[in-house]
């Protein structure tokens, strides 16, 4: 079995509830995963947006949410977890708003993919502090055992 991510919420390749942006609640969505490999010793949750800030001209990859040493067995994140919720030893990395926790889809120019990155590693890492995308990236080179990804859309006004 190969590890999957999916979503109450929305499935693949669909939009994002208002819900779990800047229109909305900026609420971090419910996220489940299965087919996590034995030899996991902790996840990994990076969500992206590489449609900024024009799907028309992207320049750069907005980084949204970053997630490290989930613990393996967690299963889940409910609705709402990014607020106080996260699993028992789960540390947060800083987003591209230069904080800690989630930030929902808020694109200033037409319809943007999110990427919502979950990776299986095979060792806990170090406490980090508050990494980037970029340097989380490169403390989990060599450590990767499982990748996958899940896609939501969001365009204002949706």
Known sequence: MSLRLFSSAFADGARIPRRHTCEGNDISPPLAWTGVP?????????????????????????????????????????????????????????????????GGPCPPIGRHRYFHKLYALD??????????????????QGHVLAETQLIGTYQKGD
């Open 123 to 140: 060792a806990e890492l170090p406490d980090l502090g508050r990494p980037t995308k970029a340097a989380l990236l490169a403390a989990m």
């Open 38 to 102: 034995p030899a996991a010793r902790s996840l990994v949750l990076i969500v992206d947006d590489p449609d900024a800030p024009d799907p028309a001209a992207p320049k750069l990859t907005w980084v949204h949410w970053v997630l490290y040493n989930l613990p393996a067995a967690a299963g889940a994140l409910a609705e709402g977890a990014a607020a106080g919720g996260l699993p028992a030893g789960t540390h947060e990395g800083l987003n591209d708003w230069k904080r800690t926790g989630y």
